[in-house]
């Protein structure tokens, strides 16, 4: 296989990771994704795939859930395999259990916790020492604006997406001697799978926070994480960058 660049984003088989694989098969890396839900016939899975491989690149597919560390291993050993090398790490997989804290179980903590910040830690742990064999690399995770502004209802999301900032500053200072950097990327409300569930009338009220006037789309984080995992953004590292249409200022 030709040496060209290889990025792997957890959760691509839909939604913003969907958009992230297209936009960095686009700029020429051959693309790794990992996916929860069914097998290799998981139509979104096979939607994905066929959109990368349009781009003339190599794709590869896996089922793993990524808040288990073990398998997260074995994902990475099967990507290795694969490809030999990771040169951009995209953490977007992520999940949410809404309910106001009252009424919120002690499941639905964990789990979004064990998805959204363990499962960012497993895959950090395990591309870490890849990139660091290779003395470069970017890793690029998906937070949200209300880590920094919370939203009512979301206290574990919300608790998981502010984690992730702080661990990717700290991981940001252990690696960048090696070439290495780490940042943070806070998407506002994106027309999602995941945003699905609220109703016009939320979305016109949320709308109307938003400076720039609308929701954003899958295509405006994709734009933002082409740039910071190239070597355009070489010099950022510990950042955190919102792409919100200005929702959180
Ligand atoms: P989405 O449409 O719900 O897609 C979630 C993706 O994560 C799917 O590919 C899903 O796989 C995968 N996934 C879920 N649980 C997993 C697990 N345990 N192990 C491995 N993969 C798993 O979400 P989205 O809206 O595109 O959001 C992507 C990221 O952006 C998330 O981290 C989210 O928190 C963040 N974000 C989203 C918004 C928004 O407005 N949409 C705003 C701020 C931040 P399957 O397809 O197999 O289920």
Not at 185 to 214: N, R, Y
């Amino acid at each position: 296989m030709e040496q060209r660049k290889v990025a792997f984003i957890t959760g691509g088989s839909r939604g913003i990771g969907q958009a992230i694989c297209i936009a960095l098969a686009k700029e020429g890396y051959h693309i790794g994704f990992n996916y929860v839900s069914g097998d290799e016939t998981n139509p979104n899975v096979i939607k994905t795939k066929q959109l990368i491989e349009e781009y003339g690149v190599e794709v590869f597919s896996i089922k793993t859930n990524i808040a288990s560390f073990k398998d997260t291993q074995i994902m990475f050993d099967e990507v290795i395999k694969v490809f030999g090398r990771i040169d951009v790490l995209v953490n977007n997989a992520g999940i949410t259990k809404d309910n106001l804290l009252l009424k919120m179980k002690e499941e639905a903590f964990d789990e979004v916790i064990d998805v959204n910040l363990k499962g960012t830690w497993n895959c950090m742990k395990c591309v870490s020492k890849i990139m660091l064999k290779q003395r470069c690399g970017s890793i690029l995770s998906m937070s949200s604006v209300v880590a920094l502004h919370g939203n009512a209802g979301q206290v574990n999301y919300c608790a998981s997406k502010a984690g992730i900032i702080g661990m990717s500053v700290a991981l940001a200072k252990e690696l960048g001697t090696r070439g290495i950097t780490v940042n943070t990327l806070a998407p506002g409300f994106i027309d999602t799978d995941m945003t699905q569930g609220l109703s016009e009338e939320i979305k016109q009220q949320l709308v109307k926070q938003i400076p720039l006037g609308k929701l954003g789309n899958v295509e405006d984080i994709a734009n933002a994480v082409v740039f910071l995992t190239s070597e355009k953004a070489k010099y950022i590292t510990g950042q955190t960058i919102y792409v919100d249409g200005g929702m959180g200022l």
